[in-house]
């Protein structure tokens, strides 16, 4: 009788334990006075773990009551883990660039004040959405850019092109010399994405760079001949062979790899990419960049306002989360290795460029020319974080809808497509 | 489960040849050398063709990335382990508390489950039909929900009774979900084959059913007690969505859901990516081979009840 | 009489737990997720509002549902066929008791005791564009170009059938295995003695033997696949352009990306539905078969 006893309780005692262990961990998180804060970041070759690390030590320096823990997107699609998070009941305190129009509708984000924003930068309504910044807008890129490999375009006697028809010639060049023309990360599909936001902003925006306020209007649609021409550009690139046959089973990591090893001519992608955790001065010296060519030839930069931090309305601690937040943004050291590995483009008003201690590649400064310089400058699609960005969820179906390129050439159904899900999206 | 070694017996017999057979028969059996040793050659090259997945991990494991890429189905050689030791001293230490937050989650699924489910069949069994029909329809439900179903509803519970994102909150919806349905059929099964008496002599002799349960049941089921711990200490170890989504990122990841998260920017470099397979693969493929026998009779008994 | 009582509330307590438990984590959860799939819940929005079967008719009209059906069909289809026809051919020829035939039982086995994940890492690595497959091709000079084994729809697809089969054909194997092992050999013997061929034995002795094994690989088979999430997430995430999404992946994905609630649940009684009807049809179909033999 009384080993049974003994065993009886044994399991009881371990749902009690169970229970128990559940009460202790409930406990601790409220129990403390001082501001324990989760922070969402996500890792790339620029930006790893000791990155992370020590620039929230060093936002933490002047707030000695903070604590945060780094929670790691498993993939470079920190929205979608987010809403992850969100959805299991363990939305991060601060989120590290994620699109901020996705969570708005549930209010779930804290805007910054606008007289921080407008003493510390340049472009201060720059990540404006419906009167409220939910990114403070500290830096900027270029994308996509086409970073292009000097030598090969020497040895096949290719010049760097200004046009469309120019750009095709050189395609078609390298084709034939049995170079692939287009690198193309295509298994990550934010990455396999890059022409068609290429296409979308140098032709779309180029052209009405009210597009995107337009849509959501309802004045045009994707269907339009104007965004379908777009669509037939990025297929005609899959139908001339612009890609490697295998390019989407291709990673970020071995694109970038196989670009550099002049095993392809041009690479879009970001302006991130002129950062040293991508390329070395070395092999800098022998990439150049071109902004994405238009029917005319003229110039028009994608560009994109970026930054880091959101902070969550629903933190226990938002003042403190958003302390954090702020003091993460302006740090100086944080900047110079975003500067230095991510090739990102300081956006301060009292520091450019000169005034951090950094060192670059000359493929740094020359497109860091097309922000200084004046030119035409459009939202880059699908990538900024103010009114422009795109309906919630319209990011996934652009990335879907490039991968689906490689295999489906229907292009006005594809079209259809998207105005359906941007009317479902707005609509909901 | 006595039934189950016989068969093995029948076979053992089978390739013994009858002495009372002719000459003709002796030319037969030099053809069936020649035969079995060609069978036995076509076994070894699609049994090898089929394991070479594991034989690339495996072997990677301990070779550099350069003879990874050149010689894939190459011996290491040179032979190193510095994909071990560097998968060990990861900064995260992926390896270390993924397989101590793994080993928690299992072990408290196991405690909790085995008696529970066992002494549950018990008391099903003891029942009338109409109970235990409606029981056992109930549990079987458990054995077919697709755990994606009941995972959003899952969250939105723990979160009510403030258990999200804990081990409790995980280790209980593993308790309770479709795992207690298959150890229940099983030990539910395994007790038809209990000899009545037995119980109803203990009972006569005054003892309580607690007592004829831990004392007298639970000796007779350990066969099925072997197989439902071995399977389910299998899946909850193997388990993917629940550690990913019910546990989150914030208390630590199981060795699954950890490999999953932090793998991804190393998935190029084969050399350490294998070293990580290897020390989070080791631990259920040991136990396989130490409990061979067990798992495979487990399965058959598991499934010619189920 | 009072043995009676005993036996009915002394392992009571126990029980409730179990049973309480069970009710929490598994009813509770089916009945909770019908309901919501009547609703617009989602924690992306402040307020939720019943919205009648809108959720059901935006299912039925979303052209996700039938790729992702189309997909889960060809994976459950092409897993169960491969892995059993293969199954039961390996068992066949592994079925002997010598050392060698256990050692490579052993071996084929060991795919089934590895997690969904770390199997796709390892195939990953195998199929990716500079992966081991494509520079063995093309050191043998097989192709020229790097196969995009996981690039497009279709390959993508066969890539992951075949990943699937890989992990399911073990467990068949075993099955079928122990099914041949309770055969017994007198059988054989006087079948051989009436003179009949390999083909002949095997259609009439050992079928008839497996058949039960047959019913337990396929259903497993079946079940398997239709909840089929891990090795998709790993190996392609669902992609090219969400060719390669499973029903269930689906439903993970509006659940916990889009964060829609009250869809996901729809898609949840969706596939409850599904996985039910072909449980028991192929458990029903397979046993009248093994009765009929």
């Known amino acids: ?189 934010w990455a396999a994405s ?152 300081p956006m301060f008003k009292d520091r450019s460029i000169e005034d951090f201690d950094v060192s670059v590649s000359g493929l740094y400064l020359d497109t860091y020319a097309y922000v200084t310089d004046e030119n035409s400058k459009v939202s880059s699609f699908g990538w900024v974080n103010n009114n422009d960005s795109l309906a919630p969820g319209m990011n996934d179906a652009l990335y879907a809808l490039s991968q689906a390129l490689f295999s489906d050439g229907d292009v006005a159904a594809q079209a259809a497509q998207l105005d359906k899900e941007w009317d479902a999206a707005v609509g909901k | 489960m006595s039934t189950i070694t ?51 991990a495996v072997s990677g494991a301990f070779k550099t990335q350069e003879q990874i890429l050149t010689e894939p189905l190459a011996l290491p050689s040179p032979f190193t382990l510095d994909n071990i030791v560097g998968a060990l001293q990861r900064p995260d230490h992926l390896i270390q508390s993924g397989l101590l937050n793994s080993i928690l989650v299992t072990v408290a699924t196991l405690v909790l489950i085995i008696p529970l489910a066992s002494a549950t069949s018990f008391w099903i069994s003891e029942q009338r039909p109409v109970i235990r029909g409606v029981l056992l329809a109930a549990f079987a439900l458990g054995l077919m929900v697709p755990p994606q179903v009941v995972l959003q509803p899952i969250v939105s519970l723990l979160q009510s009774i403030g258990l999200a994102n804990s081990y409790p909150g995980l280790i209980l919806s593993n308790v309770g979900g479709g795992y207690l349905s298959f150890a229940v059929f099983l030990y539910v099964g395994f007790l038809r084959t209990v000899p009545r008496e037995v119980v109803e002599a203990a009972r006569v002799d005054g003892a309580g059913e607690l007592r004829i349960w831990w004392t007298i049941v639970m000796p007779l089921v350990r066969p099925a007690t072997a197989t439902v711990g071995i399977f389910l200490g299998l899946w909850v170890w193997n388990d993917f969505l629940n550690p990913l989504i019910i546990l989150g990122p914030l208390q630590g990841q199981t060795i699954t859901t950890g490999i999953y998260q932090s793998v991804g920017t190393i998935s190029t470099d084969y050399a350490q990516l294998f070293g990580v397979m290897f020390l989070a693969a080791i631990i259920p493929v040991v136990g396989y081979l130490v409990t061979q026998r067990e798992f495979i009779h487990g399965l058959m008994s598991g499934a010619s009840k189920g | 009489m009072s043995t009676r009582q005993r036996s009915r509330w002394g392992l009571a307590p126990i029980a409730g737990i179990a049973i309480i438990l069970y009710a929490a984590f598994l009813l509770w959860p089916l009945v909770s997720s019908f309901v919501t799939s009547f609703t617009n819940s989602s924690p992306l929005k402040a307020t939720s509002s019943f919205v009648g079967a809108d959720n059901y008719v935006e299912l039925f009209q979303d052209p996700r549902l039938y790729r992702t059906l189309g997909f889960t069909l060809v994976v459950v289809v092409f897993v169960t066929v491969v892995s059993n026809a293969l199954g039961l051919l390996f068992a066949l020829l592994l079925n002997s008791p ?128 239709l909840k089929l999430y891990d090795i998709i997430a790993v190996l392609t995430g669902g992609g090219p352009a969400n060719s390669t999404q499973s029903l269930a992946f689906f439903l993970v994905e509006v659940a916990f990306t889009e964060n829609r609630f009250g869809y996901s649940s729809a898609i949840a009684m969706f596939l409850l539905l599904l996985t039910a009807v072909v449980a028991y049809s192929s458990t029903g179909l397979l046993r009248r078969r093994e009765a009929h033999l």
């Open chain 1, 194 to 345: 890059m022409p068609l936001v290429g296409l979308s902003s140098a032709d779309v925006l180029g052209q009405d760079p009210e597009w995107i306020q337009k849509r959501y209007a309802g004045e045009v649609s994707f269907s339009d001949p104007l965004y379908v021409g777009a669509l037939e550009k990025a297929r005609d690139l899959v139908e001339m062979e612009a890609y490697d046959p295998a390019a989407l089973s291709v990673d970020y990591a071995t694109a970038n790899r196989n670009f550099l090893d002049g095993k392809s001519a041009m690479y879009p992608m970001g302006s991130w990419f002129t950062g040293s955790s991508y390329i070395t001065p070395e092999q800098a010296e022998n990439i150049g960049a071109f902004p994405w060519p238009t029917d005319d030839g003229s110039i028009v930069v994608p560009f994109n306002v970026g930054g880091t931090t959101a902070v969550s309305s629903q933190s226990e601690h938002v003042d403190e989360a958003t302390s954090f937040a702020k003091a993460w943004s302006l740090d100086p050291a944080n900047l110079t290795v975003l500067i230095e590995t991510d090739g990102a483009y």
């Open chain 3, 98 to 225: 010598s050392r060698n035939y256990r050692v490579m039982r052993t071996l084929v086995f060991i795919p089934q005791v590895l997690s969904g994940v770390i199997v796709a890492f390892i195939w990953r690595s195998v199929l990716n564009q500079n992966g081991l497959l494509n520079s063995t091709l093309q050191s043998m000079g097989l192709t020229d170009e790097a196969v995009s084994w996981l690039g497009t729809p279709e390959l993508a697809t066969f890539s992951i059938c075949v990943v699937v089969s890989w992990m399911t054909i073990a467990f068949s194997t075993v099955v079928y295995t122990a099914s041949l092992q309770s055969v017994p050999s007198e059988l054989y013997e006087a079948a051989r003695v009436d003179g009949a061929g390999a083909l002949s034995r095997f259609r009439n002795v050992t079928f008839p033997m497996i058949a039960p094994g047959v019913t337990i690989s396929v259903t497993l088979c079946l079940i398997t696949t």
């Open chain 2, 6 to 56: 016989q068969p093995e017996k029948a076979v053992r017999a089978h390739p013994v040849d009858d002495p009372n057979r002719s000459a003709a028969r002796r030319s037969r059996a030099r053809a069936g050398i020649a035969r079995r040793s060609a069978h036995l050659i076509a076994a070894w090259v699609v049994t090898l063709i089929f394991v070479i997945p594991i034989y690339l």
């Open chain 1, 1 to 189: 009788m009384t080993r049974t006893r003994r065993t009886v309780g044994l399991a009881l005692a371990a749902l009690g334990m169970t229970a128990a262990l559940a009460g202790c961990s409930t406990t601790a998180s409220t129990g403390s006075g001082d501001a324990d804060l989760t922070f969402m970041v996500f890792e790339t070759p620029a930006l790893g773990p000791e990155f992370w690390d020590q620039s929230i030590e060093n936002a933490l320096t002047d707030l000695p009551d903070v604590t945060v823990n780094k929670i790691v997107s498993p993939g470079g699609d920190r929205t979608a883990y987010a809403k992850q998070l969100q959805a299991s009941d363990q939305f991060p305190d601060v989120l590290a660039s994620i699109t901020p129009r996705d969570f708005l509708e549930a209010g779930l984000l804290e805007p910054f004040d606008q007289d921080w924003l407008d003493e510390n930068f340049i472009l201060p309504e720059a990540n404006d959405i419906d009167g409220g910044t939910y990114i403070p807008p500290t830096n900027s890129q270029v994308l996509p850019l086409v970073f292009y490999n000097k030598a090969l375009f020497a040895e096949h006697g290719v010049e760097v092109p200004e046009t469309w028809a120019e750009f095709v010639a050189a395609i078609e060049k390298f084709r034939a010399a049995d170079v692939t023309p287009l690198e193309l990360a295509g298994s990550e599909p």
